[in-house]
Nanobody
Framework: QVQLVESGGGSVQAGGSLRLSCQASKYVLYMGWFRQAPGKEREGVAIISVGERTIYADSVKGRFTISKVNHNNTAYLQMDDLQPEDTAMYYC????????????????WGQGTQVTVSS
């Protein structure tokens, strides 16, 4: 079992920034961020490997940056130029066997942190 704990969510106006944090209880090869808005499917946002390879959803490229500190199994998501369409519950996840945005390949999930962006 791997436990993941997210923090850093909140409310911000369009154009603002937030930084999310995710701490895992032990090492995972891939860590990343997903989000889900009411009535929509959960979608991959950004993933990072132990070697710091990254992939991003097209909708956040150029605005979001994922990073990682390996020694304490922590991942971060810096979100800049936030838009109302980014409003969602953001989840940290790990345990995929490869670098992928496919939610079905992740075994471990945090409880989520809410991000709300107002116009």
């Amino acid at each position: 079992q791997v436990q993941l704990v997210e923090s850093g969510g909140g409310s911000v106006q369009a154009g603002g920034s937030l930084r999310l944090s995710c701490q895992a209880s032990k090492y995972v090869l891939y860590m990343g961020w997903f989000r889900q808005a009411p009535g929509k499917e959960r979608e991959g946002v950004a993933i990072i490997s132990v070697g710091e390879r990254t992939i991003y959803a097209d909708s956040v490229k150029g605005r979001f940056t994922i990073s990682k500190v390996n020694h304490n199994n922590t991942a971060y998501l810096q979100m800049d130029d936030l838009q109302p369409e980014d409003t969602a519950m953001y989840y940290c996840a790990g345990g995929a066997p490869r670098l992928t945005l496919d939610i079905w390949e992740y075994n471990f999930w945090g409880q989520g942190t809410q991000v709300t962006v107002s116009s």
